[in-house]
């Protein structure tokens, strides 16, 4: 007598979505997007920013800090309004601001294993630099899964979600952008891959600006932890194939 095998577990619908599916570039934000926002490295490069404009502009720290926020409100980065209003060097600011201490990040095993399985180019493009986003790589243990970082100066000092690095992103890694996934933790920073032609996907966090424009047809997909979520995915591919 034959035993029946059970079923297969129920593949998730945002799995099954055909945009994914036939995508063959993953586009990945670094910060708070493949490590926990929980890890907090933003506290620490925040507080640095205020002490580099308490000096570069000699004004106390809360006034600096006042400052910062307002810059980061009006240009998406404290960098952009430092470099419009006071001609700052946007490679000191850098450097000063990411020398941090990287250690709160653990190493994802799962992660690696997630991404060496999933099919395509997997690409970093971060507000952040290329030196940050290698230091953040080596911790997570996930530094060669990667075909390229697109940073900040690669992005001449545009932030997202200006519109201007995306299309540099897209120009310089020649992504077809109709094949291509782009995996955020902020949602405001989705509109334009979406207006583009990728699919979204949204890395929940409790970061309050992480919100801004959510339940918006940009944001195609929500994640509560991403390597659960690419785990589940790669899985169901592969289940596919069987």
Not at 66 to 77: C, D, M, P, V
Not at 146 to 159: L, M, N, S, T, Y
Request: a negative charge; hydrophobic letters at 40%.
């Amino acid at each position: 007598m034959m035993t029946k095998k059970p079923d297969a577990p129920a593949v998730p619908a945002h799995h099954a979505d055909p945009g994914l599916r036939g995508a063959d570039t993953w586009i990945f934000d670094l910060d708070n997007t493949l490590y926990p926002a929980a890890c907090n490295l933003f506290q620490q490069v925040d507080h640095r920013m205020g002490g580099y404009i308490s000096q570069l502009l000699d004004i106390a720290y809360e006034e600096a800090r006042a400052l910062q926020k307002g810059y980061f409100r009006q240009y998406g980065t404290t960098l952009r309004g430092l470099m419009e209003h006071h001609g700052a060097d946007p490679h000191a600011f850098l450097a000063f601001v990411h020398d941090i201490d990287y250690s709160p990040i653990p190493a994802d095993a799962a992660l690696g294993e997630a991404l060496d399985r999933l099919p395509g180019r997997k690409l970093i493009f971060t507000n952040g630099t290329v030196a940050h986003a290698e230091a953040v790589l080596d911790r997570l243990g996930i530094a060669n899964r990667f075909d390229g970082i697109f940073d900040i100066v690669a992005a001449d000092f545009v932030p997202k979600p200006n519109a201007e690095p995306y299309h540099r992103m897209v120009a310089d890694h020649e992504v077809s952008a109709d094949r291509a996934v782009m995996v955020e933790d902020i949602a405001q920073n989705l509109i334009v891959p979406a207006e583009l032609g990728m699919r979204t996907v949204w890395v929940r966090t409790d970061h309050e600006w992480s919100h801004g424009g959510v339940g918006n047809e940009h944001v195609h997909h929500e994640v509560e932890d991403l390597t659960d979520w690419l785990t589940g995915y790669v899985e169901a591919l592969e289940r596919d194939k069987a």
